[in-house]
């Protein structure tokens, strides 16, 4: 359990001292990795094949990894879709 927590707050401080955008997101993705490896770890599981039915085993971590993925796919009314969409938004009143 120690690697995923590094993973997170590794990527995460790495992500918010970075002045390139590219950097950034990088270091950001890093971070989600770290998330998904504290999920797989919690639930000793190497590939998606072993995850399969963890809300029938654990509903609660079944639950939070189900929002965390919706949250990364930009689905609505999740946080990650508020943001895309707000640079989607900007860019197209910029012209791009």
């Known amino acids: 359990m120690v690697r ?4 997170l707050v590794i990527g995460a401080v790495l992500a918010v001292v970075q002045t390139d955008v590219k950097r950034m997101l990088a270091f ?3 971070t989600r ?3 998904m ?3 797989s770890l919690r639930l000793s ?3 998606f094949d072993e995850i399969r039915g963890v809300a029938k085993r654990q509903p609660a ?3 939070g990894l189900t929002v965390l993925l919706l949250a990364h796919a930009g689905v609505p009314l999740t946080n990650d879709f508020v943001t895309k969409f707000g640079v989607i938004q900007a860019a197209v ?3 791009i």
Do not use: E, R, Y
Request: proline share 5%; hydrophobic share 40%.
């Open 4 to 7: 995923p927590l590094h993973t």
């Open 37 to 39: 490896q504290s999920a």
């Open 93 to 95: 009143n910029v012209g």
């Open 45 to 47: 599981a190497t590939s």
């Open 28 to 30: 950001s993705s890093i």
């Open 61 to 63: 971590l079944g639950l």
């Open 33 to 35: 990795a770290g998330l």
